[in-house]
Nanobody, 115 residues
Framework: QVQLVESGGGLVQPGGSLRLSCAAS????????MNWYRQAPGKQRELVAG????????NYADSVKGRFTISRDNSLSTVYLQMSNLQPEDTAVYYC????????WGKGTLVTVSS
């Protein structure tokens, strides 16, 4: 079955950086559009960034443009989210999402930005 496993979350101070990874299995990764979503406490899940099959095209939420970068390595079936200049409002559970005919989700990794 399809599995998406996120890693790289943790506690970071404001202004710091983190790199999230999502390792995929059970699907044709190179034919999957990949996204990162996040859900903060008491808020709805929101799209953070998405990347096309080959990685040439990416889109970002306005709130993270210029600070976050999504990338993928199809040879490793892994998608990344490099996050810099993190702020307290970035605190959330970050979820990996794969789109290949239907949506698949990971269990999420918690990012906490606090001093």
């Amino acid at each position: 079955q399809v599995q998406l496993v996120e890693s790289g979350g943790g506690l970071v101070q404001p202004g710091g950086s983190l790199r999230l990874s999502c390792a995929a299995s059970g699907l044709t990764f190179s034919r999957s559009y990949m996204n990162w979503y996040r859900q903060a406490p008491g808020k709805q899940r929101e799209l953070v960034a998405g990347i096309s099959f080959g990685g040439r095209s990416a889109n970002y939420a306005d709130s993270v443009k210029g600070r976050f970068t999504i990338s993928r390595d199809n040879s490793l079936s892994t998608v990344y989210l490099q996050m810099s200049n993190l702020q307290p409002e970035d605190t959330a559970v970050y979820y990996c999402n794969a789109q290949q005919g239907m949506d698949y989700w990971g269990k999420g990794t918690l990012v906490t930005v606090s001093s």
